[in-house]
């Protein structure tokens, strides 16, 4: 069973970057043919994906937020990470890790990130 847990903080200031991390047990993040998401969700509107980063550590982004989007990982804590550079109000939103570049069988929790001074 892939689990997969979301953590970082809660509140970002405006032009700062968000950074969260994505943990995985169950299932290493280097198995061939599997990509790790990154995917939120703003008060009162649908799910937005922001990018992943495949089993070959190759990355691909939204491209109304390529600009300001990184991620990356660490295989050897099988963890994968996004930043978010230069953030608004507008990036708060629940952000989800998740198994799958457009269909995803595993979801992380979520994490609620405000973006506020």
């Known amino acids: 069973q892939v689990q997969l847990q979301e953590s970082g903080p809660g509140l970002v200031k405006p032009s700062q970057t968000l950074s969260l991390t994505c943990t995985v047990s169950?299932?290493?993040?280097?198995?061939?043919?599997?990509?790790w998401s990154w995917i939120r969700q703003p008060p009162g509107k649908g799910l937005e994906w922001i990018g992943y980063i495949a089993y070959s550590g190759s990355t691909y982004y939204s491209p109304s937020l390529k600009s300001r989007t990184s991620i990356s990982r660490d295989t050897s804590k099988n963890q994968f990470t996004l930043q978010l550079s230069s953030v608004t109000p507008e990036d708060t939103a629940v952000y989800y890790c998740a198994r799958g570049g457009t269909i995803y069988d595993y979801w992380g929790q979520g994490t609620q990130v405000t973006v506020s001074s």
């Open positions: 169950g299932g290493s993040i280097t198995t061939n043919y599997y990509y």
